[in-house]
């Protein structure tokens, strides 16, 4: 008898297509995956994006407002709130395409100037474009808003904006694509720079630096005491940082998950670890542990564990703690009273020393034998990597050094960067901004 085997094989040819295309689609979707908007990550991001802008206004506003004499309260005010309102206007205008238009070595060219093509769809990852651009701008606020701290008492308001709206155009933008953009030259050689190391505060800091010492020492310093009026708005503002400062670190992970977790936990252990570091070698030194030390202290945490804080584990995160709050301090007190320069509110001392610290630190902790998530780009050892990182710390170093003093020299010769002798003895809040911080 003749046995009949059932044939189960397609009768028609849209079944034979069906089945290849099943087996072969997949692949194709894990070759190359469309973007999915992701709304866990957005809303973190949406969250980490509010906290950077808090951490320069109110948060930088009041550090450095406490810091500075009574009659220049409002200046300091006044330049942090006026940095936020035009860094966020050029970067909506052309910094943005500068940094992130586009693929290239240097620069990102300036396809999304006016964000061309930046619309509710555009995505960026699991997020809105719109999102990874204005949590982008947060950073281009902050960084120059950090050097005001640098030449607090003594600049024009006007010099001063002109000064911030060059130095953004050529020198901010430009470092943050070598770094974070397509095709950035930092980035490609694998230096790690996971919230701003290099981008922001080692940029701040030397810029700040070179701003100091072109505009010449206040009036009466060092031999006049200059206090700070009010520490308590100090405290306050090094709070609001630390908290805002999550926001910095673990939102750069651009995702809500384990990355991001754990570099907000490498935040907190390095700040609390700098704090202590900071307040217990001034304790041993001068008698007494101050407020504006252990504040001081925290902020160069904060700083130092930036450029480490998606690369490294909790204990390398209190080596890096520790090592920033007493380099910081060395830096603040010793060193600068060495070398005569007059950094108002230790700009240079502590991010650019801090970033410096944090940034070749983050080459050593990376390491997965010490608790890191591994090196960057094609490197396999500390010592590569370490090398990558003072790569990017000395280029970053050079080249907003030269270009920031060329700025501010041309600016002095064509308008003045400095308040004159009479608007400096009333305070820069009447002679600039016809204001007072206090009447008494």
């Keep these: 008898?003749?046995?009949?085997?059932?044939?189960?094989?397609?009768?028609?040819?849209?079944?034979?297509?069906?089945?290849?295309?099943?087996?072969?689609?997949?692949?194709?979707?894990?070759?190359?995956?469309?973007?999915?908007?992701?709304?866990?990550?957005?809303?973190?991001?949406?969250?980490?994006?509010?906290?950077?802008?808090?951490?320069?206004?109110?948060?930088?506003?009041?550090?450095?407002?406490?810091?500075?004499?009574?009659?220049?309260?409002?200046?300091?005010?006044?330049?942090?709130?006026?940095?936020?309102?035009?860094?966020?206007?050029?970067?909506?205008?052309?910094?943005?395409?500068?940094?992130?238009?586009?693929?290239?070595?240097?620069?990102?060219?300036?396809?999304?100037?006016?964000?061309?093509?930046?619309?509710?769809?555009?995505?960026?990852?699991?997020?809105?474009?719109?999102?990874?651009?204005?949590?982008?701008?947060?950073?281009?606020?902050?960084?120059?808003?950090?050097?005001?701290?640098?030449?607090?008492?003594?600049?024009?308001?006007?010099?001063?904006?002109?000064?911030?709206?060059?130095?953004?155009?050529?020198?901010?933008?430009?470092?943050?694509?070598?770094?974070?953009?397509?095709?950035?030259?930092?980035?490609?050689?694998?230096?790690?720079?996971?919230?701003?190391?290099?981008?922001?505060?080692?940029?701040?800091?030397?810029?700040?630096?070179?701003?100091?010492?072109?505009?010449?020492?206040?009036?009466?310093?060092p031999t006049t005491a200059m206090p700070p009026h009010n520490l308590g708005y100090t405290l306050m503002g090094a709070s609001m940082l630390w908290v805002g400062w999550f926001g910095f670190n673990a939102g750069s992970e651009l995702a809500a998950d384990g990355v991001a977790g754990m570099a907000m936990a490498v935040t907190q252990v390095a700040t609390a670890a700098a704090a202590l570091s900071w307040m217990f070698i001034e304790w041993v030194k001068h008698g007494k542990p101050s407020v504006l030390g252990i504040a001081s202290g925290a902020v160069a945490g904060l700083v130092a564990i930036t450029p480490a804080a998606g690369a490294v584990g909790p204990m390398g995160a209190i080596a890096i703690g520790l090592a920033s709050g007493a380099g910081c301090f060395i830096t603040s007190t010793s060193l600068k009273r060495a070398m005569g320069y007059d950094d108002s509110l230790d700009v240079f001392g502590i991010h650019a020393v801090g970033g410096i610290i944090g940034a070749i630190l983050t080459g050593v902790f990376c390491a997965e034998s010490?608790?890191?998530?591994?090196?960057?780009?094609?490197?396999?050892?500390?010592?590569?990597?370490?090398?990558?990182?003072?790569?990017?710390?000395?280029a970053t170093m050079v080249y907003t050094g030269i270009i920031s003093f060329i700025i501010l020299k041309v600016l002095d010769g064509v308008m003045g960067l400095r308040v004159t002798d009479d608007e400096e003895s009333e305070g820069l809040d009447l002679s600039q901004h016809g204001e007072r911080g206090y009447i008494i």
């Design 1 to 221: 008898m003749k046995i009949k085997i059932p044939d189960h094989r397609p009768k028609k040819p849209w079944a034979i297509m069906a089945l290849i295309c099943v087996g072969i689609f997949p692949s194709i979707a894990l070759a190359g995956e469309t973007p999915v908007l992701s709304s866990g990550d957005t809303a973190w991001m949406l969250t980490a994006t509010a906290l950077v802008l808090f951490m320069t206004i109110p948060g930088l506003s009041l550090f450095y407002g406490g810091m500075v004499r009574s009659k220049n309260i409002l200046s300091v005010l006044m330049q942090c709130f006026a940095i936020t309102s035009l860094m966020t206007l050029l970067w909506v205008l052309y910094a943005y395409s500068i940094a992130f238009g586009g693929d290239g070595p240097f620069w990102g060219g300036l396809s999304k100037m006016f964000l061309a093509g930046v619309g509710v769809d555009s995505l960026s990852g699991t997020i809105p474009e719109t999102v990874f651009m204005t949590f982008q701008m947060t950073f281009a606020i902050i960084t120059p808003a950090l050097m005001v701290g640098a030449f607090a008492e003594r600049m024009k308001f006007s010099a001063m904006l002109i000064f911030m709206t060059i130095w953004m155009t050529i020198v901010y933008a430009p470092i943050c694509h070598w770094v974070w953009g397509g095709g950035g030259w930092l980035g490609n050689k694998g230096i790690l720079d996971f919230a701003g190391g290099t981008v922001v505060h080692i940029n701040a800091g030397i810029a700040g630096l070179v701003a100091a010492i072109v505009l010449g020492k206040r009036k009466g310093y």
């Design 370 to 394: 010490l608790g890191g998530a591994g090196f960057g780009g094609d490197i396999t050892s500390i010592g590569g990597q370490i090398t990558v990182q003072i790569l990017g710390v000395g």
